[in-house]
C-alpha cells in the first residue's frame, strides 16, 4: 500500500578497498526502511558514485561527483581500511574532500574504520600511514568508530537510527 514519505540522500563514500563494507552499508540502509520506513514516513536513499553519478566532462572528475552527489546529500556514511584514495587536487582523497564538505556545511557524517586483517603483501605502507594520520586528525574533530568485520559494520546497532535522529531532531 503506498504511504507518504520524506526521502533522505545517505551518500556512502570510501576508497576502493571497502567495495564490500559499502553494499553493507547500503544493506543496512534498506533494512531500515523495510523496519522503519512506513511508520515514521521515512525512507532513507543510499547514493553509492558507481550506481548514481552521470558521465560528465569539462571538470575535475571529484568536482562532478561533488556537484552530482555530495552537494545533494543529507549525510554521509564513510569507512575506511587500509586505503585513503586518490588526491583529487583539492584534498588528500575523493572520500576526504567529501567528508570536508559535508562537514563544512553542517550535515551529518558518520565515519567507521575497518580493523579487519588483510595480508601484508596487499598493503601499501604510504596509503596505510594516510589513513592512520586521518583516523587520528578525524578523532580530535568528532567521533568515529571501528568495526572488525563487514558483518560487524552492517550490524552495527543504532547506525542509521543516529543518523536521522541527527538530522532529523
Request: no cysteine.
Amino acid at each position: 500500500m503506498p504511504f507518504q514519505a520524506t526521502v533522505y540522500r545517505v551518500l556512502v563514500a570510501s576508497p576502493s578497498d571497502t567495495t564490500s563494507d559499502r553494499q553493507a552499508i547500503s544493506r543496512a540502509i534498506l533494512g531500515w526502511n523495510d523496519l522503519h520506513g512506513a511508520a515514521l514516513g521515512v525512507m532513507l536513499l543510499p547514493i553509492l558514485w558507481e550506481t548514481s553519478a552521470t558521465p560528465e566532462f569539462g571538470d575535475r572528475p571529484q568536482a562532478i561527483v561533488n556537484r552530482q552527489l555530495v552537494d545533494t546529500a543529507d549525510l554521509l556514511i564513510s569507512t575506511f581500511w587500509t586505503r585513503l584514495g586518490t588526491p583529487t587536487g583539492i584534498a588528500q582523497s575523493g572520500t576526504v574532500e567529501e567528508i570536508e564538505r559535508f562537514i563544512e556545511s553542517n550535515r551529518p557524517v558518520m565515519l567507521y574504520f575497518s580493523n579487519a586483517p588483510t595480508s601484508p603483501h596487499n598493503l601499501d605502507q604510504e596509503q596505510l600511514t594516510a589513513v592512520k594520520h586521518f583516523r587520528a586528525d578525524i578523532r580530535k574533530r568528532g567521533l568515529a568508530t571501528d568495526y572488525d568485520s563487514v558483518e560487524h559494520l552492517e550490524s552495527k546497532p543504532g547506525s542509521t537510527e543516529n543518523s536521522l535522529r541527527l538530522k532529523a531532531g
